[in-house]
């Protein structure tokens, strides 16, 4: 078991952000450009927050964000954030998503996992499936030319989705930020230039 208060947590408290997820976002951002002032940013699997929390102070009041879970979260900002308490396959979400930020995001992502079983087999399985719901859902909400960024668990079926991913982007790959716990399996695909 991973030691639950370690740096990451800690610094996390001390800035009032809701998760330690939210610095490796600021990682991620960092490296790969793909946040700017203005952006319409959807986080798909946003409970507690952590994600969305910091993705508001990075587009600023231009630009909006939409937040997605099917567990509650407590709402954040003013007219430029909305949280969608729904299932990412209820056929109609994509549609008020797109009308809530006016046109389809610059950039689709997300930390979400399912619930881990133990069983690294089944826990890949799973993780590989949600990042499939999650790509159907921003098929139908990313712009061309737009960024998708997505946590995975690795193993065999990781590389089944890198493979489904890859046509529908310019370029596809594989990241792990830093603020990543050591033993952690997860990693982040990172799809730029999407194709419609």
Do not use: C
């Amino acid at each position: 078991m991973y030691k639950r208060k370690d740096s990451y947590y800690l610094k996390a408290k001390q800035e009032g952000y809701r998760s330690r997820a939210a610095y490796k976002l600021q990682q991620i951002v960092q490296a790969e450009k793909i946040v700017k002032t203005g952006d319409l940013v959807i986080d798909a699997g946003a409970a507690p927050g952590g994600w969305s929390q910091l993705l508001l102070q990075m587009v600023g009041a231009r630009g909006k964000v939409a937040a997605v879970d099917i567990l509650a979260m407590d709402a954040l900002g003013g007219d430029n954030f909305r949280f969608f308490h729904q299932s990412l396959e209820e056929p109609a979400l994509p549609a008020e998503v797109v009308d809530f930020l006016g046109r389809k995001a610059d950039l689709v992502l997300s930390d979400a996992a399912p619930n881990t079983t133990g069983s690294a087999f089944t826990d890949q399985a799973r993780s590989a499936d949600l990042v499939r719901i999650i790509f159907g859902f921003a098929k139908e909400t990313l712009k061309p030319g737009g960024t998708f960024l997505a946590k995975i668990f690795t193993g065999a079926e990781s590389d089944v989705v890198f493979k489904e991913l890859q046509p529908h982007f310019e370029k596809l790959r594989r990241i792990r930020p830093e603020a990543t716990r050591k033993e952690s399996f997860e990693l982040y695909l990172i799809g730029k230039g999407f194709k419609n």
